[in-house]
T-cell receptor, first 113, second 116 residues
Framework: KAGVTQTPRYLIKTRGQQVTLSCSPISGHRSVSWYQQTPGQGLQFLFE???????NKGNFPGRFSGRQFSNSRSEMNVSTLELGDSALYLC????????????FGPGTRLTVL | AQSVAQPEDQVNVAEGNPLTVKCTYS??????LFWYVQYPNRGLQFLLKYITGDNLVKGSYGFEAEFNKSQTSFHLKKPSALVSDSALYFCAVRDPNSGGYQKVTFGIGTKLQVIP
């Protein structure tokens, strides 16, 4: 069974631009979560989607948004990029929420210049 | 609100020695607890979890963790460290009593360095 895939793997953008990241979960997984990973902050929860609905949201500004499609694939969008948005963005999927562990993709490395 | 703390930024251990990576948590009820590992330039991988039952949980690569409710801890352990265990380790908690769909909170991570 294929793992979680994320595209693109690397992105370089300039301040003020916007970016869209994509995540394809493991087949059959309906829950997709997004995290921002930085050296000083660890993993910060962005949001979680289940059956195309956002179920949870972390403490990030409204510039960060996401959505989930009927096939469980998910996208996250960051508008008006800031230097501080440079990070590794990780997507994770699980069968359902609760007791299930999450399976992580390799991440998208975003660099904002 | 739920939280998890990993008090050590880095743990150094000699190859062959036992290792412990510490984790403490705070939730309102009985927690679901997880350990993940991140090898250099790779995504996070699931190691083990505690949901209910036996306080000692065994996971991948010879790792185990002990759930201690009175000390609100879930320390990761391995009897004999390998150089290949060198990686970044994350503890995570989910509070099943928080209602609805509950998010997972991760610790800041502990870098494990196994010295040959």
């Amino acid at each position: 069974k294929a793992g979680v895939t994320q595209t693109p793997r690397y992105l370089i953008k300039t301040r003020g631009q916007q970016v869209t990241l994509s995540c394809s979960p493991i087949s059959g997984h309906r829950s997709v979560s997004w995290y921002q990973q930085t050296p000083g902050q660890g993993l910060q929860f962005l949001f979680e989607y289940f059956s195309e609905t956002q179920r949870n949201k972390g403490n990030f500004p409204g510039r960060f948004s996401g959505r989930q499609f009927s096939n469980s694939r998910s996208e996250m969008n960051v508008s008006t990029l800031e230097l501080g948005d440079s990070a590794l963005y990780l997507c994770a999927s699980s069968l359902v929420q609760g007791v299930d562990e999450q399976f992580f993709g390799p991440g998208t490395r975003l660099t904002v210049l | 609100a739920q939280s998890v703390a990993q008090p050590e930024d880095q743990v150094n251990v000699a190859e062959g020695n036992p290792l412990t990576v510490k984790c403490t948590y705070s939730v309102s009820g009985n927690p679901y607890l997880f350990w993940y590992v991140q090898y250099p330039n790779r995504g996070l991988q699931f190691l083990l979890k505690y949901i209910t039952g036996d306080n000692l949980v065994k996971g991948s690569y010879g790792f185990e963790a002990e759930f201690n409710k009175s000390q609100t801890s879930f320390h990761l352990k391995k009897p004999s460290a390998l150089v290949s265990d060198s990686a970044l380790y994350f503890c995570a908690v989910r509070d099943p009593n928080s209602g609805g769909y509950q998010k997972v909170t991760f610790g800041i991570g502990t870098k494990l360095q196994v010295i040959p």
